[in-house]
């Protein structure tokens, strides 16, 4: 019997007033508490009878430190920063400008290089940068105004009065795995907030908490996710350029499937390459990790790595869904900012200055609030019209139906892609409709027993210990590390189901699309089919896959005890 992670009772709980808690220390929580204090002090050196205090805004990250948990490409686009922090390129940590951009169409043994850029790709005057390590200089920025990280803190739930968000409540530590107090037992804090603003990330557990209570997706398009592996490589001097950027379409996906890949030169010869695979594939037995292995192998890709050197590994969860399927992003006591609302452009492949720019727009509301002493969804809901006549939505409308276009595979979405871009995003219509990615996951039953196209993609990656790796030999190079005595963080609402209909109609999926060998079945003769699901949730990377692309969706993805996680150092 699996035990799960429920909150402890009858526990009395430390409590904390606060103003504000943003729950989140990426990109869009930094920006949104950095903008925030700015805010406050023009305020107060201009009102010297009206103080403001920054003594009850709070920044909650799960991570032991800040930026550890940041993974991303990455590519910045500089515009929100030049905003937020004017001159930030003298002493941000910038690996590289983009000098020179490339897009190829791979075959399996050959390539085709696109004549032109098309214009979402083209990267000139933007930065390969390593998020992990911008990240925390933004948290150092951020700890310079005096408002408070609290690092190793995770939210485990948002605290309701009616219909209002009126707080959140951080983790219990010191729990065993049966639930249990231990020796060093804490209880999780309740923090009483004004405003509470959600920048967890993609598929926040409290934002999923906030959209399934208040029912605020039934408006808008089913939020459909990619899945990014990424490693960085240390390579010989010469392979790439120093802000070289080069994207690639094709192999070793088929028609069937949607993504790509990208490889940036950074600096000291470091290259970031990764693939994003759309968990909106068909076949169950395919594995996004080894589309990574099979892309490194490709001619192209393996000239450019031998011998080189793999020294980190990571995975995340990208929103793909767009403009139509972002909620309402505002409401009584509380806001959603970057990933955790959609706010992505998928053409582009870049979400971080979208996700500084939504913070910073929620800083300005938060800031209006304080000043009324007000939070009720009238005033926050300011945010919402913010966000609609900024360039958030200038960007995002022109590629609003993107995605959804190729829900019938490769060549409709380059049909519709092309359509889209002559009619400004409008495409066959203004909005076209979608449905979640596991909802196009077939049974096995349905598909050829032995692959067909998708073979090669198909089940667990070997590899050969120097250019292609198995899932432990990459998890190794991901710094993963949980407290191993604790409840599983990955509830599995009904085994049942795992061990009894999956296995035999899906093939146990999880244990393909989780790129970090969480889920196993293990033999068990006292199961129907001689097979039960096992965990492994101290191997998990936070990418959330299992909880988007469970064909079941039985999954749920709660933090783990605060500081646990993968450690993307330099990624």
Same mark, same amino acid.
Request: with cysteine; glycine share 10%.
């Given at each position: 019997?699996?035990?799960?992670?429920?909150?402890?009772?009858?526990?009395?709980?430390?409590?904390?007033?606060?103003?504000?808690?943003?729950?989140?220390?990426?990109?869009? $929580?930094? +920006?949104?508490?950095? =903008?925030?204090?700015?805010?406050?002090?023009?305020? %107060? +050196?201009?009102?010297?009878?009206?103080?403001?205090?920054?003594?009850?805004? &709070?920044?909650?990250?799960?991570?032991?430190? @800040?930026?550890?948990?940041?993974?991303?490409?990455?590519?910045?686009?500089?515009?929100?920063?030049?905003?937020?922090?004017?001159?930030?390129?003298?002493? #941000?940590?910038?690996? +590289?400008?983009? !000098?020179?951009?490339?897009? &190829?169409?791979?075959?399996?043994?050959?390539k085709l290089k696109l004549p032109i850029t098309p214009p979402p790709l083209r990267d000139h005057?933007? &930065?390969?940068?390593?998020?992990?390590?911008? @990240?925390?200089?933004?948290?150092?920025?951020?700890?310079?105004?005096?408002?408070?990280?609290?690092?190793?803190?995770? *939210?485990?739930?948002?605290?309701?009065d009616g219909d209002r968000v009126t707080g959140v409540r951080t983790d219990d530590k010191g729990v065993d795995k049966e639930g249990h107090q231990k020796s060093n037992f804490e209880p999780g804090y309740d923090l009483n907030a004004k405003v509470v603003i959600l920048a967890e990330g993609p598929r926040g557990s409290l934002t999923k908490q906030l959209i399934q209570k208040f029912d605020l997706a039934k408006n808008a398009n089913p939020q459909t996710y990619g899945v990014g592996v990424k490693e960085l490589w240390e390579v010989p001097s010469g392979r790439i350029a120093k802000g070289e950027v080069i994207y690639t379409m094709g192999w070793p996906l088929t028609t069937k499937e949607y993504g790509g890949a990208w490889i940036y030169g950074g600096?000291?010869?470091?290259?970031?390459?990764?693939?994003?695979?759309?968990?909106?594939?068909?076949?169950?037995?395919?594995?996004?990790?080894r589309v990574l292995q099979e892309f490194k192998r490709h001619p192209f890709v393996a000239n450019l790595l031998e011998g080189g050197k793999m020294i980190r590994y990571g995975a995340k969860s990208l929103p793909y869904g767009g403009w139509w399927a972002i909620p309402p992003v505002a409401g009584n006591g509380w806001m959603i900012v970057g990933d955790s609302a959609g706010f992505? %452009?998928? +053409? =582009?492949?870049?979400?971080?200055?979208?996700?500084?720019?939504? $913070?910073?727009?929620? #800083?300005?509301? #938060?800031?209006?609030?304080?000043?009324?002493?007000?939070?009720?969804?009238?005033?926050?809901?300011?945010?919402?019209?913010?966000?609609?006549?900024?360039?958030?939505k200038d960007e995002l409308w022109k590629v609003r139906n993107m995605h959804q276009g190729f829900e019938g595979g490769f060549y409709a979405g380059m049909f519709h892609t092309g359509l889209q871009m002559f009619t400004g995003g409008r495409g066959l219509r203004n909005r076209y409709p979608g449905k979640a990615g596991h909802e196009h996951m077939r049974k096995l039953a349905d598909l050829p027993a032995n692959g067909g196209a998708e073979a090669h993609l198909l089940g667990a990656a070997?590899?050969? *210990?120097?250019?292609?790796?198995?899932?432990? !030999?990459?998890? &190794?190079?991901?710094?993963?590390?949980?407290?191993e005595d604790q409840p599983a963080h990955l509830v599995i609402h009904d085994t049942n189901i795992c061990n009894t209909r999956c296995v035999k109609e899906f093939g146990s999926p999880c244990q393909n699309f989780c790129p970090a060998n969480v889920y196993e079945m293990v033999d068990d003769a006292s199961q129907p089919n001689g097979k039960r699901i096992s965990l492994n949730p101290s191997n998990c990377v936070h990418c959330k896959t299992c909880d988007i692309a469970d064909p079941y969706q039985i999954i749920t993805w709660v933090p783990p005890e605060g500081g646990g996680g993968p450690n993307y150092d330099g990624m």
């Open positions: 019997m699996l035990i799960f992670r429920k909150p402890i009772e009858g526990v009395e709980r430390p409590q904390m007033p606060a103003d504000v808690v943003i729950v989140g220390g990426g990109p869009a $929580g930094m +920006a949104c508490a950095l =903008r925030l204090s700015q805010l406050i002090d023009a305020h %107060n +050196a201009q009102h010297p009878d009206s103080q403001l205090s920054k003594e009850n805004i &709070y920044v909650l990250e799960k991570a032991r430190e @800040v930026g550890q948990h940041c993974l991303s490409g990455a590519l910045l686009d500089p515009r929100s920063m030049r905003e937020l922090f004017p001159g930030f390129e003298k002493e #941000a940590p910038l690996d +590289a400008e983009v !000098t020179k951009e490339a897009v &190829y169409f791979l075959t399996e043994k050959g005057g933007n &930065y390969v940068i390593s998020l992990n390590r911008f @990240v925390k200089w933004l948290g150092g920025k951020v700890e310079e105004t005096g408002i408070t990280v609290f690092t190793g803190f995770a *939210g485990s739930e948002l605290l309701f600096k000291d010869n470091v290259v970031s390459l990764g693939f994003v695979t759309g968990l909106d594939y068909p076949d169950p037995r395919l594995d996004p990790q992505l %452009n998928s +053409a =582009r492949l870049k979400g971080i200055h979208l996700a500084i720019k939504s $913070g910073m727009l929620a #800083a300005e509301t #938060a800031f209006e609030a304080l000043k009324k002493d007000d939070s009720s969804a009238a005033t926050l809901g300011e945010f919402q019209k913010k966000v609609e006549s900024s360039w958030i070997k590899g050969d *210990g120097k250019l292609t790796f198995d899932k432990l !030999t990459d998890l &190794y190079h991901s710094g993963t590390k949980h407290e």
